[in-house]
């Protein structure tokens, strides 16, 4: 009943029944209530831009997941960014980057909300204007997206509107309203108030015309929050609900993959080193463990009914093949290749390797009469992504295909589904373009691709790496013999040796897994006999055609990282 803030009360004063006739003179509340105020107006802001997400989100359920404010917005910055602060991005959240960038950007939008609250309490056409803004902001980014389409701005604008009127009913309270209820305190009529009578008084008097002095009316302040957070949670969860019809995980279950023409090669016996040593990564990287790196926030979802590859650019025939097409293909083949990205950094993660199935790029190439004075070809992912690979290398390494299986399952909606390109030996950002719905046969004169706009490399082969995964660095073991073990990958060429030292001392050469194909990394270990201390480890590798690996240190950045993996551990 009275307007005195529980943080604004005098001690002895005593509030249940003190009349609340001061409050009118000190403003409605005195300098508790001028706070409390604020408070509530950045609490409306906040509540404000809640209704606006969710309802910007049920509305996306029309138009696309990624035309969602946020989520286009979170793309947009992900384009926009310098590849360095991406980078740092990568290394920090590694695989969770995309939720932090949503929460970042969550993050930043609660703060503008709640100070165009605390703005338009005193100026409601900044409050107006500041919604109005978020909204063209969010429709921009919605709309600037390659692969948007003719509605995309309209969950930002929607949002928005309703934003700027969830803005304004919430302010109501807090500065102009009078309401039955403060009527009714200060008659001291409240405790008679029958229940629920009083609820559409209050609501009248929260939308209605301001009234005559300022009141602060918390109640129909909650009232109408409470409103708004019901309408902000049933709009972005019927959105979140509604939106997984555009899931294809179900329609990806009912495909049946078909039988490769040409089967993997069978693994030799004790391919995999990681059965008889402790803590090395596995031959084969099973698909939930497989790294991932694309600029997908919301992934796309493409229904294999729905699914073309067009091929456009100097082609002899300009062809559109459906899924259909490509699964029936009598010339499938099978392949065990390791993928690496080239934002990898010495020693890092970002590399795997999976058993796939696809279509053999060169001879589907050649089929539809790619033309000799392409040397680039450019691929087009269904968000739009542009990845360039080199056409000589699409036409010449071999196994390069269009895949469509990855361990033995379509490929994962992560991973690409339905079509993706692998290339062996050259960075994924330059080949292994996922969702793949277009080829063009183009020039790299003619087009930059994503990355190639960005400043990396146009061409890039996978540099010869080796890592230590056993012991773990910074590790502390009992001292004795112990293996030390990892992997080291040159793709199209193979490892040829792997070498070890430790500190200082002398490189000794490690027992190489069995060999499997060139296209994979191959596991290497070396036991080695610690007595008690403190020791760094450094690992080499050598391809099969000679080339050792180089100590010179590189970023990632433009073509991928070189160095040395070194690192420290102690024997106790
Ligand atoms: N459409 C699309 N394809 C893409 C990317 C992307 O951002 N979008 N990223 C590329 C990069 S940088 C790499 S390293 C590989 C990673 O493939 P993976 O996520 O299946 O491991 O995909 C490539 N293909
Ligand atoms: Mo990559």
Same mark, same amino acid.
């Given at each position: 009943m009275n307007r005195i803030a529980p943080w604004g009360r005098r001690p002895?004063?005593?509030?249940?029944?003190?009349?609340?006739?001061p409050a009118a003179d000190t403003g409605p509340a005195g300098r508790g209530g001028r706070w409390l105020r604020r408070v509530l107006a950045a609490l409306a802001g906040l509540l404000s831009a809640a209704v606006a997400l969710g309802v910007a989100h049920l509305v996306a359920a029309g138009t696309g997941p990624s035309t969602a404010p946020v989520i286009a917005v979170g793309d947009t910055v992900i384009t926009k960014v310098p590849e360095s602060v991406k980078q740092f991005a990568i290394e920090t959240f590694g695989e969770n980057d995309k939720i932090a960038l949503v929460a970042g950007t969550l993050v930043v939008v609660a703060i503008y909300a709640m100070v165009l609250g605390l703005l338009a309490l005193r100026w409601r056409p900044v409050g107006v204007v500041g919604v109005a803004l978020f909204g063209i902001v969010g429709a921009l980014a919605a709309v600037s997206r390659p692969a948007a389409e003719g509605l995309a701005w309209l969950p930002s604008v929607v949002g928005a509107v309703i934003g700027i009127v969830a803005l304004l009913l919430l302010l109501r309270p807090l500065t102009g309203a009078r309401t039955s209820y403060s009527a009714d305190a200060a008659a001291g009529r409240h405790r008679d108030e029958p229940a629920g009578e009083g609820v559409v008084d209050r609501l009248r008097a929260a939308l209605g015309t301001s009234g005559d002095r300022k009141g602060l009316d918390r109640r129909g302040f909650f009232l109408a929050g409470g409103a708004a957070l019901g309408v902000a949670a049933v709009t972005g969860g019927g959105g979140y609900l509604l939106q997984r019809r555009f899931d294809v995980s179900e329609a990806r279950a009912d495909l049946t993959l078909p039988t490769p023409a040409s089967p993997a090669p069978r693994l030799p016996a004790?391919?995999?080193l990681a059965e008889t040593v402790d803590g090395v990564t596995p031959l084969m990287t099973r698909n939930a463990d497989f790294y991932r790196v694309d600029t997908a926030i919301t992934v796309p979802q493409i229904r294999p009914s729905e699914y073309e590859l067009t091929l456009t650019g100097s082609f002899d025939r300009r062809t559109t093949f459906s899924l259909e097409d490509l699964y029936g293909r009598d010339d499938l083949i099978e392949r065990d290749i390791t993928l690496t990205c080239v934002s990898n950094e010495v020693g890092g993660k970002l590399a795997g390797t999976a058993r796939w199935i696809g279509v053999p790029l060169g001879a589907f190439l050649r089929e539809n009469g790619v033309s000799a004075d392409s040397d680039q070809l450019v691929c087009r992912s269904s968000d739009g992504m542009t990845i360039g690979a080199p056409t000589r290398s699409a036409l010449e390494v071999e196994d390069a295909m269009l895949a469509i299986g990855m361990n033995g399952e379509p490929l994962p909606v992560e991973h690409g589904f339905p079509v993706r390109m692998i290339i062996p030996g050259l960075y994924g950002y330059v080949s *292994?373009?996922?969702?793949?719905?277009g080829i063009e046969a183009t020039t790299f004169d003619a087009f930059d691709a994503y990355w190639v706009e960005r400043d990396w490399a146009a061409e890039a082969p996978i540099k010869v790496a080796s890592r230590i995964d056993?012991?773990?660095?910074l590790r502390r073991f009992p001292a004795g013999r112990v293996p030390i073990a990892g992997v080291a990958w040159a793709q199209t060429?193979?490892?040829g040796s792997v070498e070890v030292r430790v500190d200082d001392g002398d490189w000794m050469e490690a027992e190489l897994a069995p *060999?499997?194909?060139?296209d994979l990394w191959r596991q290497w270990v070396l036991p080695h006999d610690f007595a008690p201390g403190s020791y760094q480890l450094t690992v080499r590798a050598t391809s099969a055609d000679g080339e050792t690996q180089t100590a010179d240190r590189a970023t990632p950045f433009p073509s991928g990282s070189t160095g040395l993996h070194s690192i420290r551990v102690t024997a106790t």
């Open positions: 002895g004063v005593t509030t249940t029944e003190q009349a609340p006739a004790g391919a995999d *292994a373009c996922k969702w793949l719905v056993t012991p773990a660095a060429r193979g490892i *060999a499997v194909d060139a």
